[in-house]
């Protein structure tokens, strides 16, 4: 209950110090003369972001229910002699508590990976002095193109953050080159891992809407979450990818095309050796569109899958979570998407059929479901399911049980 209070009154600090700080900033702010300056003319970072998550899975006594509240709040100070900082603290607070937190199983409720946290969660300094270059040093979000390899899990209450060095290069007009180097990370269950992680990540934007990309994800780091049952999980993952929309008339054709091979690095096991391909495409028009894709993680016989330890799986292989660690046999995942708008309701639905890429396993299906509404500018609400039916029954730990996620979620950003 204390913890409660102190939450609520939290947020009502938060609300008033956003309202007044947004009556002082109705006009242009002028550049910063001197570091007061610099923060007085800065910005509020606000979040707040309830939610409602019930989950029934096969095989646990009760369901979970859990009602959860984050707080995101800081501050950006205007940019001084091309400098800039950006400090951001995070409040995860338990509403109820009738749910497994994770990350270890529990025998009677669902994993809600939700955990208590109250900590700083981005603290960095940013450097724009140099044409057409940014500098960033400390705690940071990160995604990079559509999250599959790296991403912030925004999803999840607690994100994944990552300390170190990131450097963006925009000179060259259509092309993006970037560089980062991390030797901390902190996961969706406020865990800190020391890393030793360097990406390389090129872009080139040929046409709009249409981007090639290569990269370079390295990451000697023995834990990583991934539960492949190896003591260390150091991998290097290099690939390419081409994603794009093709204008005819009022429409647009839709393609993703990509390839990536993941090997051992650092000091990982050397078993670790898969590749992975995404093919797939559609048609859309405005903020409506259909598309059927198919996305293999692929096996190395049986010994180790393709894994993205560094990536928010949640938004791939269905929205129930039960493939965030890829199954040793792998996974071929065919799949349909569709979303479509009417008035200011968006809706999304997904249908997926999970296979094996060796021993001839079906996995399952899923049926995801998605509708959110702008009840403002700065407040939306959004209703999301998740159903997986189980296929072929793996053993012991391995099993994927059938599953109903159901969220309901509010967020207001300021």
Same mark, same amino acid.
């Not at 091309?82 to 409040?91: E, H, P, Y």
């Not at 270059?133 to 999803?155: A, C």
């Given at each position: 209950?204390?913890?409660?209070?102190?939450?609520?009154?939290?947020?009502?600090?938060?609300?008033?110090?956003?309202?007044?700080?947004?009556?002082?900033?109705?006009?242009?702010?002028?550049?910063?003369?001197?570091?007061?300056?610099?923060?007085?003319?800065?910005?509020?970072?606000?979040?707040?972001?309830?939610?409602?998550?019930?989950?029934?899975?096969?095989?646990?006594?009760?369901?979970?229910?859990?009602?959860?509240?984050?707080?995101?709040?800081?501050?950006?100070?205007?940019?001084?002699?091309?400098?800039?900082?950006?400090?951001?603290?995070?409040?995860?607070?338990?509403?109820?508590?009738?749910?497994?937190?994770?990350?270890?199983?529990?025998?009677?409720?669902?994993?809600?990976?939700?955990?208590?946290?109250?900590?700083?969660?981005?603290?960095?300094?940013?450097?724009?002095?140099?044409? $057409?270059?940014?500098?960033?040093? +400390? &705690?940071?979000?990160?995604? /990079? =193109?559509?999250? @599959?390899?790296?991403? !912030?899990?925004?999803?999840?209450?607690?994100?994944?953050?990552?300390?170190?060095?990131?450097?963006?290069?925009?000179?060259?007009?259509?092309?993006?080159?970037?560089?980062?180097?991390?030797?901390?990370?902190?996961?969706?269950?406020?865990?800190?891992?020391?890393?030793?992680?360097?990406?390389?990540?090129?872009?080139?934007?040929?046409?709009?809407?249409?981007?090639?990309?290569?990269?370079?994800?390295?990451?000697?780091?023995?834990?990583?979450?991934?539960?492949?049952?190896?003591?260390?999980?150091?991998?290097?993952?290099?690939?390419?990818?081409?994603?794009?929309?093709?204008?005819?008339?009022?429409?647009?054709?839709?393609?993703?095309?990509?390839?990536?091979?993941?090997?051992?690095?650092?000091?990982?096991?050397?078993?670790?050796?898969?590749?992975?391909?995404?093919? $797939?495409?559609?048609?859309?028009? +405005? &903020?409506?569109?259909?598309? /059927? =894709?198919?996305? @293999?993680?692929?096996? !190395?016989?049986?010994?180790?899958?393709?894994?993205?330890?560094?990536?928010?799986?949640?938004?791939?292989?269905?929205?129930?979570?039960?493939?965030?660690?890829?199954?040793?046999?792998?996974?071929?995942?065919?799949?349909?998407?569709?979303?479509?708008?009417?008035?200011?309701?968006?809706?999304?639905?997904?249908?997926?059929?999970?296979?094996?890429?060796?021993?001839?396993?079906?996995?399952?299906?899923?049926?995801?479901?998605?509708?959110?509404?702008?009840?403002?500018?700065?407040?939306?609400?959004?209703?999301?399911?998740?159903?997986?039916?189980?296929?072929?029954?793996?053993?012991?730990?391995?099993?994927?049980?059938?599953?109903?996620?159901?969220?309901?979620?509010?967020?207001?950003?300021?």
């Amino acid at each position: 209950m204390n913890r409660l209070r102190t939450t609520m009154t939290g947020f009502a600090l938060a609300a008033t110090l956003a309202v007044s700080c947004h009556a002082a900033d109705d006009g242009a702010r002028p550049p910063a003369t001197g570091l007061i300056d610099a923060f007085v003319g800065g910005k509020l970072l606000l979040n707040l972001r309830p939610r409602i998550e019930w989950v029934e899975q096969d095989g646990k006594t009760e369901n979970a229910f859990a009602m959860t509240n984050r707080t995101l709040m800081g501050w950006e100070t205007a940019p001084w002699q091309g400098v800039s900082v950006t400090a951001q603290l995070i409040d995860v607070a338990h509403l109820n508590g009738r749910f497994n937190e994770g990350p270890a199983a529990s025998a009677n409720y669902p994993v809600v990976a939700d955990p208590d946290n109250t900590d700083i969660n981005q603290l960095y300094v940013d450097y724009a002095g140099l044409t $057409g270059t940014r500098i960033r040093l +400390g &705690r940071q979000s990160l995604k /990079l =193109d559509n999250v @599959r390899f790296v991403g !912030n899990v925004e999803f999840r209450q607690i994100m994944q953050v990552f300390t170190g060095l990131w450097i963006e290069n925009r000179t060259v007009p259509g092309l993006e080159l970037d560089y980062g180097h991390f030797d901390r990370v902190k996961n969706i269950f406020a865990q800190q891992r020391q890393t030793d992680i360097d990406l390389f990540r090129a872009a080139w934007t040929w046409r709009p809407d249409n981007v090639l990309v290569g990269f370079a994800y390295l990451q000697d780091q023995a834990v990583t979450g991934q539960a492949t049952g190896f003591a260390d999980n150091g991998n290097r993952i290099v690939g390419v990818r081409a994603n794009g929309a093709w204008p005819i008339g009022d429409w647009k054709i839709l393609y993703t095309a990509e390839y990536a091979s993941q090997d051992a690095y650092g000091g990982g096991d050397r078993r670790i050796d898969a590749r992975y391909q995404r093919l $797939g495409g559609g048609v859309g028009q +405005g &903020r409506s569109f259909v598309r /059927l =894709d198919y996305d @293999r993680l692929g096996s !190395n016989g049986g010994q180790y899958a393709f894994q993205t330890p560094l990536g928010t799986n949640h938004l791939f292989q269905g929205w129930a979570d039960q493939f965030l660690t890829t199954p040793v046999q792998g996974i071929r995942d065919l799949y349909l998407t569709v979303a479509t708008r009417w008035h200011d309701l968006q809706f999304q639905a997904e249908a997926h059929d999970f296979r094996s890429d060796v021993a001839s396993l079906r996995y399952g299906s899923e049926i995801d479901l998605g509708v959110a509404y702008p009840f403002s500018s700065q407040l939306t609400g959004k209703v999301e399911v998740a159903r997986f039916q189980e296929g072929d029954v793996l053993p012991g730990a391995a099993r994927k049980p059938d599953t109903t996620r159901i969220w309901v979620t509010a967020t207001f950003q300021w």
